[in-house]
């Protein structure tokens, strides 16, 4: 009996001392500080200014400029990410910290425009240069848009290649693969910039000598060659690489192209660039590596077979045959090369293939007062044609171009805003000269 009183008592002891420890440590706990994460764009950077928002409840916060976020409230927890630029995300967290979280940015984002339909990214700025952004529910003229995204995946040493069949009205046709160099004297020379390429269809100044480029039609069919502008300035369509665009668009109607004056009646395809974005310092490298390779090639008979089928058509018309029977004996076995050639000239002047390379460095980065992006690219593009390794001098087609594109974005106040943009381009070439068909 006593053994059984003990064993009670030291029973009710250790669940009493159970209890008091359960009781401390929900007094001396501390309080849950919420959750908390990361938030990385699609190339790990951080993201800024992303709205967090707890589902079902009015608490949000936003990102900072290393993409962090807190916000007062305990897991589990149902998270909204959204950002302009970005698509809205969902995600539930069991655990306060220590989660990282990556948005893709979206390339279907609804479009601004102008009331006169000038298309820019609302999200870029309050006011684009001449263009005032707005959105594209309240414009009513015609415009066509296409991302920046959709244009890298074409692999092409211009981005006018990746524009045809993605833009309502634009027809693109390449008459040319390579750039012709203009030798000839220029008589139109501005003391400023010196000789001011020449361009006839009425667009502007272009030395564009590869494309046509028309707009609401083709040429010869009411179509005219467009006018290009880039960032709201008018200038040259080669100065900018592929991985630099935002969006593309046309304007096609006279309410959207108000602003261009006197040559409204052209159309205007408008190139957005991207624009610098608070944040860490990011470097970013791309390399692409493509080869070009002709779709078909004509098949040409033999020597041998050429002589015979000539034969014949003489004969059938009554006329004495031009070939011999040893004329076809030394086509066919090759014994007299340079009497009785048997050349396959398109397999001896051209190669299989032909290798291009493209390479883009880009640095940008920022805070809330100034923001800054740099661009550097080089493309370096061979020919189909061989090259002789007995000559002296390169006899095949070879371009090689050096790109430059910066933006400098400084916020002085909350109403003035000081923009700079430097772009440049270098481009070297080599060529036969002749041109392909009298190579021939």
């Not at 340079?338 to 299989?352: A, E, F, I, R, S």
């Amino acid at each position: 009996m006593f053994q059984n009183c003990l064993r009670t008592s030291i029973t009710c002891c250790l669940m009493m001392l159970l209890f008091a420890q359960a009781s401390l440590a929900q007094q001396t706990a501390p309080a849950s500080p919420g959750v908390s994460g990361h938030v990385l764009d699609e190339y790990a950077r951080p993201l800024v200014g992303v709205i967090v928002t707890a589902k079902g409840t009015s608490l949000s916060t936003s990102t900072g400029i290393d993409g962090a976020f807190e916000l007062a409230t305990n897991a589990p927890v149902t998270l909204t990410f959204s950002h302009p630029l970005y698509e809205t995300r969902e995600q539930k967290l069991t655990a306060s910290a220590g989660f990282t979280l990556r948005m893709t940015e979206s390339y279907l984002r609804v479009t601004n425009g102008a009331d006169t339909a000038v298309l820019v990214n609302k999200f870029q700025r309050k006011t684009d240069l001449l263009y005032e952004s707005k959105p594209a529910s309240t414009i009513i003229s015609s415009v066509s848009t296409v991302y920046g995204g959709q244009l890298r995946s074409t692999p092409s040493s211009l981005y006018l290649n990746a524009l045809q069949g993605r833009l309502a009205g634009l027809n693109v046709n390449q008459y040319s693969g390579f750039y012709t160099a203009n030798t000839t004297p220029q008589i139109d020379v501005d003391i400023f910039v010196g000789n001011i390429p020449k361009n006839n269809s009425g667009a502007g100044p272009s030395d564009n000598s590869e494309f046509d480029i028309q707009l609401r039609g083709h040429s010869g069919s009411r179509g005219q060659s467009p006018l290009v502008i880039i960032d709201g300035v008018q200038r040259e369509i080669y100065s900018i690489d592929p991985q630099n665009i935002e969006s593309v668009s046309v304007l096609k109607d006279a309410l959207s192209t108000i602003l261009v004056g006197q040559n409204s009646s052209r159309g205007v395809l408008l190139v957005t660039t991207k624009n610098p974005t608070a944040g860490a310092p990011h470097l970013s490298f791309t390399a692409e590596m493509g080869s070009q390779s002709a779709l078909g090639m004509p098949k040409p008979l033999t020597a041998y077979q050429y002589a015979y089928l000539v034969n014949e058509a003489l004969l059938n018309e009554g006329r004495s045959s031009a070939y011999s029977a040893e004329d076809f004996y030394a086509y066919r076995n090759h014994t007299d090369p340079m009497g009785h050639p048997d050349v396959n000239w398109y397999n001896t002047t051209l190669k299989d293939n032909a290798l291009m390379s493209r390479y883009n460095l880009n640095v940008q980065g920022g805070g809330s007062r100034a923001r800054y992006i740099v661009s550097l690219s080089y493309l370096n593009q061979d020919g189909l044609f061989k090259t002789d390794n007995n000559n002296p001098y390169n006899t095949n087609l070879e371009l090689k171009r050096y790109l430059l594109n910066s933006k400098v974005d400084i916020d002085v106040n909350d109403r003035f805003n000081i923009a700079l943009q430097l772009f440049g381009r270098l481009q070297q070439g080599n060529q036969p000269g002749a041109g392909a068909g009298n190579i021939f």
